[in-house]
């Protein structure tokens, strides 16, 4: 592992105009970006609206065909982002790829599947209104905003913005602070195959832009972040009952079975709690193993978490804790664990050495720990013994968060999936379902509500419009004041005769 310095958190410059973003690997500056104040993010929401009529009149068919058109120009320049992500976040280059490839999956998915999704379709009347035809569509909003993440600040964000363009709407993006250059990135490319109008527009900054955003007068504000800021996105879109979609973290769990696949289940766990650093809202945080199977799955997880090293090299196993805060978080839970009785059966305290942080393993970590309530965002494990795989579901349902979750079990993935309290669950994997663009993506309590990904995820950027159209006169219609003394009698017995049974 190279050790460096870790970045100093970021500064706007002495006039507040611009500020730098940093790789976290080596403190370096990989570009400046301005500081937009509301003035700015104003006068972009300003020309989304202009930007949302002519992106909503292309139609489905020509929103598809310039969405394509954008999936090829990424893919064309994907050396290019691949780099700008492991420069702004210092992931490894396998784990900025991976992050591309469903970035590309996923716009794909949501400009094929928008018309069928949303556009018109002829439901039935019901027998009460034989008399009329009756249509619903779902229609854009108008201007999106979305708040993104810097875990992931392609992949989670474009949740938002491919299937909000899809659906026809105009978007206003704010990208965290730490990873600007991706979503001016993202903006640049569809201006290419867009140029009329900025239907995808960045504004970057800090805490104030976001908050400038909120109050701009969107039509719906996505945001990704921690459950602690989700409330006070909340809060200012309430001002202006500015609908939300928030995406907060998790403290998802993974239950190994009495009659799981050992080894498949130790090199999920590992994967899936230490890719990205750990930095992965759906990422495994907890793991409850039943007793039969313990001590052989904690045997071959530390075997394996122990080869792995974080670095700063394009071949390295991960990379550095991206913002610099959260390496305080990761040693208080250690701390915390270790303290209150865990043991760590891989690193410890001295894995902890910013900016990187080493894997850590912790077994008999106490319920009420820290390392088991908060999310961690770091590449730790907590396993702790269970009777059975019963008793691991209860555990894991008593989480105030409900993201995702994972089991493996040969026999029982199904019944034990059914039973978690969450958003997901991957059966004999992890995090799978991120990967099919037709499954919504979201949870459920502290970890937020609305859904990316999948139709639920075109629905959030639109509103149903429904219409009826009488097509004759009716033998019966109450519906008017010269409906006569017998019509209500005639409705009624023709209700009791449909519907009583």
């Known amino acids: 592992m190279t050790q460096t310095a870790p970045p100093k958190p970021l500064r706007a410059d002495d006039e507040g105009k611009r500020f730098a973003s940093l790789d976290p690997r080596t403190g370096e500056v990989v570009a400046h970006h301005p500081v937009h104040g509301e003035a700015e993010v104003r006068a972009a929401v300003a020309a989304a609206r202009t930007a949302a009529e002519f992106w909503a009149d292309l139609g489905f068919a020509g929103r598809r065909a310039r969405l394509d058109a954008w999936r090829r120009t990424l893919v064309r320049r994907l050396p290019e982002w691949q780099s700008l992500l492991s420069a702004e976040t210092g992931k490894s280059a396998d784990d900025a790829r991976t992050e591309t490839a469903l970035v590309v ?62 659906a026809g709407n105009a978007v206003v993006f704010k990208p965290s602070e730490f990873t600007p250059g991706v ?55 309430a001002a202006t009952l500015t609908p939300v979609l928030v995406e907060c973290g998790g403290k998802d769990a993974l239950i190994v079975a009495e009659d799981a696949d050992v080894p498949a289940a130790a090199r999920a766990a590992v994967w899936g709690g230490i890719f990205n650093a750990g930095q992965t809202c759906a990422g495994v945080e907890r793991v409850y193993v039943a007793d039969a199977v313990h001590d052989e799955f904690v045997e071959l997880v530390v075997a394996k978490a122990r080869e792995l090293r974080p670095g700063g090299e394009p071949n390295a196993d991960f990379g550095p804790i991206t913002m610099p805060a959260q390496v305080d978080v990761i040693r208080a839970h250690v701390a915390d664990a270790l303290e209150r009785g865990g043991r760590a059966v891989v690193g410890g305290m ?16 106490p319920e009420d720990a820290k390392a088991v309530t908060e999310e961690t965002f770091g590449p730790t494990l907590v396993v702790n013994r269970v009777a ?17 979750a994972a089991v493996f079990s040969r026999n029982r993935g199904d019944e034990l999936a059914a039973r978690l309290r969450c958003g997901m669950v991957s059966v004999n994997s992890v995090l799978a379902y991120a990967s099919v663009p037709a499954l919504p993506f979201g949870g459920v309590g502290a970890s937020g509500f609305g859904r990316v990904h999948g139709e639920d995820g075109l629905r959030e950027f639109a509103y149903a419009h429904s219409v009826t159209r009488k097509r004759f006169r009716a033998l019966l219609d109450p519906m008017t004041y010269e409906r006569g003394p ?15 049974r």
């Open 388 to 404: 059975d795989a019963d008793e691991a579901v209860r555990r894991a349902n008593a989480s105030a968060y409900g993201l995702g």
């Open 486 to 500: 017998r019509t209500i009698k005639h409705v009624l017995r023709l209700v009791k005769a449909l519907h009583g």
């Open 183 to 237: 979503g001016v990135f993202l903006a640049d490319t569809l201006a290419e195959v867009v140029p009329e109008h900025p239907v995808l527009q960045v504004v970057t900054g800090f805490g104030e832009t976001g908050a400038a955003l909120c109050a701009a007068g969107v039509d719906k504000l996505a945001f990704t972040g921690s459950t602690a800021t989700g409330k006070k996105v909340m809060a200012a879109c």
């Open 105 to 166: 999956e996923h716009l794909h998915w949501a400009a094929r599947q928008a018309a069928k999704t949303l556009g018109r379709r002829r439901v039935k009347p019901g027998a009460l209104m034989y008399n009329h035809a009756a249509t619903l569509e779902y229609r854009p909003l108008g201007v999106v905003g979305v708040i993104g993440p810097w875990n992931y600040p392609a992949f989670t964000p474009m949740g938002s913005i491919a299937y909000a363009l899809a």
């Open 350 to 365: 001295e894995s902890i050495r910013p900016p990187y942080v080493e894997p850590v393993v912790l077994v008999d970590v």
